[in-house]
T-cell receptor, first 110, second 115 residues
């Protein structure tokens, strides 16, 4: 059975801090690792990673995948209160569906 | 539309009633997925369509759950004889093509509360 584990479960930081969110996975016939940000509504797509060692970056957010060690990290630099959300990691394999972790609840205090 | 649209946003039903949840995917998206998200958890897969064909329904928790996508666009998730444990947010997602290396885009979900 596919499994995705995220850590920490929750994190409280102050504006301007840098955070690292962790995701480990066990996915049959792994194809990609995805990160989503979920506020009150729909999970919004952040990154899809398919290759090891290649960093994907969007503004203050970046992510990287290690297919040998089966994990990914999501970094957020210079955090802002608008970054407060649940960050979900999901693995995709030979089956079409995504297997999600429980998420990391990030709270950024002003 | 620009994004995945789900309705209703909120649904309250009494235990034993039937409910129907609607998903209108992004135009042209071939693949459509339903997920169930319990409070404090990540979404869990329910079922998957490619066009009108339901290719995987392994995540449906019981035979009270039924999904259809008759014309390959709008999909309906139906829950019969609802029970309290069915209370959750039901998310719909769509993606281009039937490949697992395309990101899924989610709707805002339907929050279902069973009294």
């Amino acid at each position: 059975e596919d499994k995705v584990v995220q850590s920490p479960l929750s994190l409280v930081v102050h504006e301007g801090d840098t955070v690292t969110l962790n995701c480990s996975y066990e996915v049959t016939n792994f194809r990609s690792l995805l990160w989503y940000k979920q506020e009150k509504k729909a999970p919004t797509f952040l990154f899809m990673l398919t290759s090891s060692g290649i960093e994907k970056k969007s503004g203050r957010l970046s992510s990287i995948l290690d297919k040998k060690e089966l994990f990914s990290i999501l970094n957020i630099t210079a955090t802002q209160t608008g970054d407060s959300a649940i960050y979900l990691c999901a693995g995709s394999g030979s089956a079409r569906q995504l297997t999600f972790g429980s998420g990391t609840q990030l709270t950024v205090l002003p | 539309g620009a994004g995945v649209s789900q309705s209703p946003r909120y649904k309250v039903a009494k235990r034993g009633q039937d409910v129907a949840l609607r998903c209108d995917p992004i135009s042209g998206h071939v693949s459509l997925f339903w997920y169930q998200q319990a409070l404090g958890q990540g979404p869990e897969f329910l079922t998957y369509f490619q066009n009108e064909a339901q290719l995987d329904k392994s995540g449906l928790p019981s035979d009270r759950f039924f999904a259809e996508r008759p014309e390959g666009s709008v999909s309906t998730l139906k829950i019969q004889r609802t029970q309290q444990e069915d209370s959750a947010v039901y998310l719909c997602a769509s993606s281009t093509q039937g490949l697992s290396n395309q990101p899924q885009h989610f709707g805002d979900g339907t929050r279902l509360s069973i009294l």
